[in-house]
Each structure stands twice: as C-alpha cells, then as structure tokens.
C-alpha cells in the first residue's frame, strides 16, 4: 500500500466525508450593497490541521474500532452495541491489500436489500481512497488497479454457499453475523478461504450486534471461549474441543487458528455519542432490547432467569487467592450428560469467588474425583465439597453407591440440600448475592474469568414457564446447579477460621465415613 493510500485510509471521527461541490460565481448585483469589515481572525485562534490529515476519508476511532483494523486472528468478531462504527470498519478493512495483484475478497450480507446499503457506503469512500477503482454493476465487484478484487453479494439461503463452489478468496467478511441463523454460512465459506501468494494472509472478518435469530451460535463461537478482547484458539462450538490439525499432518494436534472478540460500544463513535440523540433512542427500548443495542450485552436474554448478571460487575481478572481463605467446592454430576464442578472461596468480607471450574462429559465417577483431585493439588486445603445427594442412592445395587466410590478415592464430599423448596432457595439465595452490597459497593458473588462455561450458561438459564419461581430445567444447567449446591452449603468466613500466619483453615473432622465429612 503506498504511503499516500496509507493516509487517506485513515477514518475520520465524523465518518467518510463528501467533497463539496464549489459554487458558481454569483453575477454582480445591480443594487449596490453595504461593504463590511471583514473579520479578522488571529493566526492563534484557528485550529491546525496537520498536512498529512489534511486529505483524510476514513480515520480509525482510537480503541476497538482501531484494534478491529490492527487484528492478526484468523477470525475476528467486531460486535456489541449499535452505533459503534462496526459497519465502515469492515468496509475498510479489505482495502489494505488492494493494492495486491492476487487479492481477492468477498462481503456478505443476508439479503439483497441489507446489501445496497453497503455497496452505498462503498461508493462514498472507495474512488476517494483508490485511485482507478472501478465498480461494476453486473459483476457485484470492485476492481483496483492492481488487478485486486472485491466481490460484494449475499447469503439468504444455507443453499446459496454453492454459489461460491471451487472459488478462493483470500478476505471473506460476514456483516451483521447474527442475521444468519445457523453457523452453516460461516462454516462453509471457511473452505473457501485460501490464498496461492506467500505474501498475502488468509482472514475472515465479521460485525454484529447482539441479538437476532444466530445470537445464540455467535455466542458459543466468539463470546464464551475467552474473556473479551483476548484472543484464543479456535473450538467447535459442539463439543468445545480445540479444532486442530490431524493425524498424519506435520503439525498434528496444534490448534488449526485463532479467533477473537473485539466488544463495540457507542461511546467508542465520538461522532455519534456527542450528538445525544441516538442514545436517546436507545434508551427509549425495552429493557433486553436497550441492553443488548446500547450496552452491547451478549449475556441479557428475554425471560432470562439472572437478568442481573453484568460481566462487567461480576467477572474479575484472576488473582492469587490466600490460603488462610475458607475454601470448598461443588459437584452436580452426569455421565450421559455433563458433569459440573466449582471451586469457592470466602473471603474475610464473605464474598464468595468462583475460582476455578470443570466441565466435561461422559466421565466415570472415579476418574472425575481423580480428575477434581488432580486440579487440586496446589490448591492447599479444601475444606468441604458438596455433592448431589441423588449419587448417595443405591439404585438397586449392593455395592458402593457413586458418592462413596468417589470417597474410596480421596475425593471427599457431604450430600447436597435436597429438601422441599431448596431449588427456589438456591435460586434466591443467588439472585441475592449477585446484587450489589451498598456498603462495599461489590456484589457478594464473583466469577473468575477463566470459568467460561458458567459465565455463559448462567445469564442464558431461561425461567421455568410453569413456575417463573425456578429456572427450566430443560436448559443447560449443570454448572447452574453445582453453584446452587455450594450457594446453599451456608460457606463463610469464620474469625475462627483466620490465621494471622497465612495458613490455610482446617478442614472439618469426619464425622460419617458414608459421607466422608
């Protein structure tokens, strides 16, 4: 990209500008007219404009939008709140490599009329920052000098990906993912993704806001793996397994890509946020639709059971944990489902932190204490665990019930509160402690940021139609109930418990050998 380019391609704060057009000179007037003194304005008083930004269509608002532009993942997610520039962000993005012979790009839209709105864009800035560039109706593309191709067209249909049968691109970016209802799109276009020139990367680019029918989808894929803005290996949203290169390749095993989220807000637009009016649009929405188009929150559903739950408020950076600091941990287990388990401490003030968690699936009870054992072992003392009092019954069988097989192996546990109305208990008892404390002005329940499982499944819980007072069980709840278990457990920090030494709390004695505690 030449330098001159280079220049012109950074974004203003006010958006692409259109050159005036100059006025015609105005015929002399047959009336004579009063002459005024014309004003005279200091050299001092006048705003400078530096040389190089003198000529300037499209400069990136410092931050997200910036970062957007800057990324090196191979898929990459601009999203959030609307209004945050997202949408000429990815108008530019692909100009970097037009002046490439072998480029060639492709922006998507999910209809035809979401398309002309881009395409519109494109005609406003594009032939001020590419000299020569041509845009062909009939082809749908943009072609530069340099022989460098844009395609622009769209995706209605799973069916319409056929189109692009035996093509390459080198750039492909989906606008507005969320508009697509099944990953199927994004997941096949990723084939079409390869370029010949060793010189010239492979990437895939995306923008949304939250909400919409693939919500749920772009979610799992972008939001969930990783806390905000860092990037992270690639997984299948299925199984959350790492996709990486298979048997037989040189780099067996290694993670395949990257991908990251890069949040949007309206506040990152200056343009936008100055004016006020928008805002006030926005806030005039009801309360999920507000949440998700103003906050950018990907976290709020409508007939959410926690609607309270604010990744900015209740998920905190990792931090080493005390050892005097009461610490115990919860197990709600599955083999044909999926077995949850978190680990708690108290601190001295009783906030509870979730610390550390474990999500997998078909696991034999044994090999998950050996597991839960394992993730343990620098933790120091633990002073109690708190099972599912299901996996205390015998279910007809002689031998040792689920519980004390996990006992047998060191992995100690008391049975959890199964008694009529706990379920509704625990849910209040969260709903409480996620509130904020009025005199610490942090609320009494905090997640790690490397507990991803729970930070997604537990602001998506939906309630239960039948009983609003509960959350539906059919939803994804097995880390929702390990919490509740160890909510219930009535954890705190006792004055009894604190050691000025630093050492860790005792544990309690066993009192039942079945139990284990």
């Known amino acids: 990209m030449s330098n001159n380019v280079r220049t012109r391609l950074e974004l203003s704060e006010n958006g692409p500008s259109t050159p005036r057009k100059q006025s015609r000179k105005r015929k002399p007037s047959k009336k004579k007219e009063r002459v005024q003194e014309p004003k005279i304005q200091k050299v001092s008083d006048v705003e400078a404009v530096p040389i190089e930004e003198q000529n300037v269509v499209f400069k990136p608002n410092a931050g997200p939008q910036t970062e957007f532009l800057a990324a090196g993942e191979r898929e990459v997610l601009y999203g959030g709140s609307a209004g945050g520039g997202k949408s000429y ?17 492709l922006l998507l839209r999910h209809t ?63 606008d507005e993912l969320t508009q697509w209802s099944t990953p199927y799109a994004w997941n096949y276009m990723r084939s079409r993704l390869r370029s010949t020139a060793h010189d010239l990367p492979v990437y895939m680019r995306a923008t949304t806001n939250p909400g919409g029918p693939g919500h749920q989808w772009v979610k799992k894929m972008f939001i969930d793996p990783a806390p905000y803005g860092r990037s992270f290996n690639a997984t299948d949203i299925e199984s959350g397994n ?26 990152d637009n200056p343009y936008l946020a100055r004016q006020g009016d928008y805002e006030a649009m926005l806030l005039s929405l ?26 900015n408020i209740h998920v905190v950076e990792p931090f080493s944990i005390p ?51 394992d993730a343990e072992d620098e933790d120091g003392n633990i002073k109690y665990g708190v099972l599912d009092s299901s996996l205390w019954h015998k279910r007809g069988d002689t031998g040792p019930s689920l519980a004390e097989q996990m006992i047998m ?7 959890s509160d199964r008694s009529k109305g706990s379920r509704v208990s625990g849910k209040n008892e969260i709903h409480r402690r996620l509130q904020v404390d009025e005199f610490t002005e942090e609320p009494r329940l905090v997640f790690f940021n490397n507990c991803t499982n729970m930070i997604s499944q537990l602001p998506a819980l939906p309630l239960d139609k039948k009983n609003p007072e509960d959350v539906d069980t059919r939803a994804e709840d097995h880390l929702y109930d390990a919490l509740r278990y160890g909510i219930m457990s009535r954890p705190r920090f006792s004055i009894f418990d604190y050691d000025p030494m630093g050492r860790p709390s005792s544990s309690m004695p066993v009192a039942d050998s079945t139990f284990g505690y």
Not at 89 to 105: I, N, W
Request: aromatic content about 16%; charged content about 30%; glycine content about 8%.
């Open 409 to 415: 192996k060191g992995c100690r546990w008391r049975p």
């Open 112 to 174: 035809t009329e979401e398309l002309r709105e881009l395409i519109f864009k494109s005609k406003e800035i594009y032939p001020q920052i590419w000299k020569g560039i041509k845009w062909s109706e009939r082809k749908m593309q943009w072609e530069a000098p340099s022989g460098a191709r844009l395609w622009m067209s769209y995706l209605d249909r799973d069916d319409d990906v056929l189109r692009y049968q035996g093509l390459a691109f080198s750039w492909i970016g989906f």
């Open 242 to 267: 790492v996709l990486s290169y298979p048997k037989g390749h040189s780099k067996a095993g290694q993670a395949l890509f990257k991908r990251r989220f890069i949040p949007a807000r309206l506040s």
């Open 323 to 373: 050892r005097n600091w009461v610490k115990f941990r919860a197990c709600d287990y599955g083999y044909g489902s999926y077995s949850g388990v978190l680990w708690f401490a108290v601190s001295p003030d009783e906030q509870i932190i979730v610390y550390r968690e474990l999500y997998t699936s078909k696991v034999l009870a044994t090999d998950l204490a050996d597991m839960i054992l």
């Open 89 to 105: 962000a990815m108008l530019a993005d692909p100009l970097r490599y037009m002046g490439h012979p072998s480029f060639s790009g």
């Open 286 to 311: 009801p309360e999920h639709q507000r949440k998700q188009l103003l906050e950018g929150d990907w976290d709020i559903k409508e007939g959410a059971a926690f609607t309270e739950f604010d990744r």
